[in-house]
C-alpha cells in the first residue's frame, strides 16, 4: 500500500505512531517521519492510524485505481472541439495536464471527482508515476526508505491516459496542441500547466560533472546522494543553507558524517524566515555539530584525476578537503518548452489571476489554459495582490484542486485561490512550521515558548498586521494564528498568550532586500493605436 501525510496539517499528536509504529515514528517533540509503503502485514494498523487522525491528515491509495502508459497512437488529435455547454464539456471535452507530479495527479483526481468523464491526459518528463519528494530529502537520504517506493497514493480511478517520460516542447496555442519530444503532439480543449520546479545546477559546468557533485530534487538524486553518503565521505559541502540544505546537513549529522554548510546569506533559511529567525536555525546547526560558514562563498570545486570531487575552496580563504558536496542553490522553474507561446511566461514562472487562468503576454486572461503549482505565480489579496510563487507541498494541491475546478466550471461558479500558504521542514530533531508569508515581513516577535528551549511560536508583523506565524516545536498554535492572518488582524497582538515569554516586543525581522522579479523589462511594446498595442516576451525573460 502506499500513503503520504499531509505535515500542513499535521499537529504531532502521535495517535499514529501509537497505533501503527512500525510505520510512523515522532522524532524530537513533534516532528512526524513515516514509510510511504508499508508492507501489506501493516494495512490494518495504517488504515486504523488513519481514520483516527484528528486533522484527517494521511492520505492512502485505492487499491483499485488503474495506471497505465498509452502509446502516443491512442492520443487523439482531432481539432479543437466547438463551443461546449460545462456539462457537454464535462462529458466530451479533452483536457490535457503538462506535469505528472503531486499538482499534476491531485488536479486529476479533482476533475474526476467535479465529474469530469471526458479525455484526460497527464504528461511528464520522468519515466516515473508521481511521486512524493519531501521524503527524498529525509527518509529516503537518511537510507530508511528506498527512493522507489515513495510513490503518491492513488485516491481515485483516474480513466487516464499517461504519457511519461517524454518531455512537452512546445504549446500552439492557435491550434490548441502540446508538442512532445517524441516528435508526437496531443490536442486539448484546456490544459493545466503543472510544470513545477527543477534544481539549480552548480554554475560551472566542468565542477558539476565532477563525481560527488550533485543536486537533490529527484528520485535519482536522492538514491544517488544516498549512495554516497553511505560510503562514509570524509566530509560533505553543503553549499546553500535554505531548506534542503539545511534538511541534507541535518541528514549527515544523524549518520555521523562531518559536513559544512556553506551560506552566502547571513544565515540559514534567511529567505524564508528572515535573519532573526534564521540565527536560531544556525545555532541549531551549531549545537548539532554542523560547521557552519555563514557569508561565505564556494569560489570553486576541484576534481583529482579520476574526475572525482577532492576539494572545495571558499571565500573566507580556507580549502575544504571533501567528497561529496550538494548543491542546494534554489529551483529553476520550467518554462522553457513555453517559448515563442505567447504566455506570460519568465524565470519568475507563468503569471495566472487568483483562478488559475494563465495571462497571456499582453497581460489578458487566457479561456481555457489554467496554471498550478511550483511553477505559477499569482496575486495573492491577503498580501496586497502582490505576484508570489508560492512552492511549497500544501500550495501544489490546494491550487490544483481550484484549477481543476475551475477547469469545468461557468464563470459564475469559479473560486479564487485564498489559502494561506503553509510550509514544514524536519531538521535536527525539530520541526519547523509556517503559516503565511513570512518574508512579507517588517517586524517579528517570539509571543509562545522558549528560544533557549528550541519550542517557540514567533509571529510576523508588517505595518502593523500579522502576516505570518512560525513555529519550533510548538506548532499546535499555529492553527490559532491562520485566522488571525486572514482577517489582518493587528500586530504585535494586543491579547495574551498561554506560555507567554518576559520578552515578546517586536525586532526588525531582518529580510535581506531582494530585486523582485516583477520589476524587470521582460517585454517590449509595440504598435501606436490601441488596437495593434501588442507585448512580445524578450529573451531575458528566460531562465
Not at 25 to 30: H, K, L, P, S, V
Not at 327 to 356: H, K, P
Not at 487 to 516: G, I, M, N, W
Request: with cysteine.
Amino acid at each position: 500500500m502506499r500513503l503520504a501525510v499531509d505535515l500542513t496539517k499535521c499537529q504531532g499528536y502521535a495517535q499514529c505512531a501509537f497505533l501503527a509504529p512500525d510505520v510512523f515514528t515522532i522524532q524530537g517533540d513533534e516532528a512526524l517521519t513515516y514509510d510511504p509503503n508499508p508492507d501489506e502485514a501493516q494495512r490494518k494498523r495504517v488504515r486504523r492510524a488513519a481514520a483516527a487522525c484528528p486533522l484527517q491528515a494521511i492520505q492512502l491509495d485505492d487499491p483499485d485505481a488503474p495506471y497505465r502508459t498509452a502509446h502516443p497512437d491512442e492520443i487523439p488529435l482531432a481539432a479543437s472541439s466547438t463551443q461546449a455547454t460545462p456539462d457537454s464539456f464535462k462529458e466530451s471535452g479533452r483536457i490535457v495536464v503538462v506535469g505528472a507530479s503531486l499538482t499534476g495527479l491531485r488536479a486529476a483526481e479533482r476533475l474526476r471527482k467535479e465529474g469530469f468523464t471526458g479525455s484526460l491526459t497527464l504528461i511528464g518528463d520522468e519515466r516515473h508515476e508521481p511521486y512524493d519528494r519531501p521524503p527524498l530529502s529525509k527518509q529516503v537520504v537518511a537510507g530508511s526508505v528506498p527512493s522507489e517506493v515513495t510513490s503518491l497514493p492513488r485516491r481515485r480511478e483516474l480513466g487516464a491516459t499517461w504519457r511519461l517520460g517524454v518531455a512537452a516542447t512546445s504549446l500552439d496555442l492557435a491550434s490548441k496542441q502540446v508538442h512532445l519530444a517524441d516528435g508526437s503532439r496531443i490536442g486539448f480543449d484546456k490544459l493545466l500547466i503543472a510544470t513545477g520546479v527543477r534544481a539549480r545546477t552548480w554554475p560551472n559546468a566542468a565542477e558539476a560533472a565532477l563525481a560527488g557533485v550533485l543536486t537533490l530534487r529527484t528520485r535519482e538524486d536522492a538514491a544517488a546522494l544516498r549512495q554516497l553518503l553511505a560510503e562514509r565521505p570524509r566530509r560533505v559541502l553543503v553549499i546553500g543553507a535554505g531548506f534542503i540544505g539545511s534538511e541534507v546537513a541535518s541528514v549527515c549529522r544523524e549518520l555521523g558524517l562531518p559536513v559544512t554548510v556553506a551560506e552566502a546569506g547571513p544565515a540559514p533559511l534567511g529567505a524564508a524566515l528572515g535573519g532573526v529567525i534564521g540565527a536560531i536555525a544556525g545555532e541549531l546547526q551549531i549545537e548539532n555539530g554542523v560547521d557552519l560558514r555563514c557569508d561565505v562563498r564556494v569560489v570553486s570545486l576541484d576534481g583529482d584525476a579520476t574526475g572525482r570531487l577532492c576539494r572545495a575552496r571558499l571565500s573566507d580563504g580556507t580549502t575544504l578537503d571533501v567528497d561529496v558536496a550538494v548543491a542546494a542553490l534554489g529551483a529553476v522553474r520550467n518554462v522553457e518548452w513555453l517559448a515563442g507561446s505567447g504566455l506570460a511566461s519568465g524565470r519568475w514562472g507563468v503569471a495566472c489571476d487568483a483562478g488559475c487562468r494563465a495571462f497571456d503576454a499582453n497581460g489578458l486572461v487566457t479561456d481555457d489554459v489554467f496554471v498550478a503549482g511550483d511553477v505559477s505565480r499569482a496575486p495573492q489579496p491577503m498580501f496586497g495582490y502582490q505576484f508570489l510563487a508560492i512552492e511549497h507541498w500544501g500550495n501544489a494541491i490546494s491550487q490544483a484542486e481550484i484549477a481543476a475546478h475551475n477547469m469545468v466550471s461557468p464563470e459564475t461558479e469559479r473560486w479564487p485561490h485564498l489559502e494561506v500558504p503553509k510550509f514544514w521542514s524536519v531538521q535536527f530533531g525539530t520541526e519547523i512550521k509556517s503559516v503565511g508569508v513570512p518574508s512579507t515581513a517588517d517586524e517579528v516577535a517570539i509571543v509562545q515558548g522558549s528560544v533557549a528551549q528550541r519550542r517557540f511560536l514567533a509571529a510576523y508583523g508588517y505595518k502593523g498586521r500579522i502576516v505570518a506565524a512560525v513555529a519550533f516545536n510548538h506548532n499546535k498554535w499555529l492553527e490559532f494564528y491562520e485566522p488571525l492572518i486572514e482577517q489582518a488582524a493587528s500586530f504585535p497582538p494586543v491579547f495574551h498568550h498561554v506560555d507567554e515569554p518576559a520578552d515578546a516586543q517586536p525586532v526588525p525581522a531582518r529580510f535581506q532586500p531582494t530585486a523582485s522579479p516583477t520589476q524587470d523589462a521582460t517585454v517590449v511594446v509595440t504598435g501606436h493605436y490601441p488596437n495593434e498595442r501588442r507585448a512580445r516576451l524578450t529573451d531575458r525573460s528566460l531562465p
